[in-house]
């Protein structure tokens, strides 16, 4: 088993900047990459960016730029950085961790106003 714990979200105005966290603890091994995934109302959860274990990244189109992932190998930890934040940011924010089995966190909003 993973556990997923995320923190970091928020309200911010736009062009504002929020970083948010994911630590993971238990059968850490076990994962090839962790992700962040959004979903906002209404709409499907959608993959925002991951990073691999050899440190691969991969962004959605709409982030690129804007958006960095990172990691902290010895926190077992992952990071989202998030800058120039718009409306269209808003949405809840889930850490993923994928390996044999995919795990999720419990979740953060990310609140933009427009």
């Known amino acids: 088993q993973v556990q997923l714990v995320e923190s970091g979200g928020g309200l911010v105005q736009v062009g504002g900047s929020l970083r948010l966290s994911c630590a993971a603890s238990?059968?850490?091994?076990?994962?090839?990459?962790m992700g962040w995934y959004r979903q906002a109302p209404g709409k499907q959860r959608e993959l925002v960016a991951s990073?691999?274990?050899?440190?691969?990244?991969n962004y959605a189109d709409s982030v690129k730029g804007r958006f960095t992932i990172s990691r902290d190998v010895i926190k077992n930890t992952v990071y989202l950085q998030m800058n120039s934040l718009k409306p269209e940011d808003t949405a809840v924010y889930y850490c993923?961790?994928?390996?044999?089995?995919?795990?999720w966190g419990q979740g953060t909003q990310v609140t933009v106003p427009s």
């Open positions: 238990g059968i850490i091994f076990s994962i090839n990459a």
């Open positions: 990073i691999t274990t050899s440190g691969s990244t």
């Open positions: 993923n961790a994928a390996g044999i089995v995919r795990y």
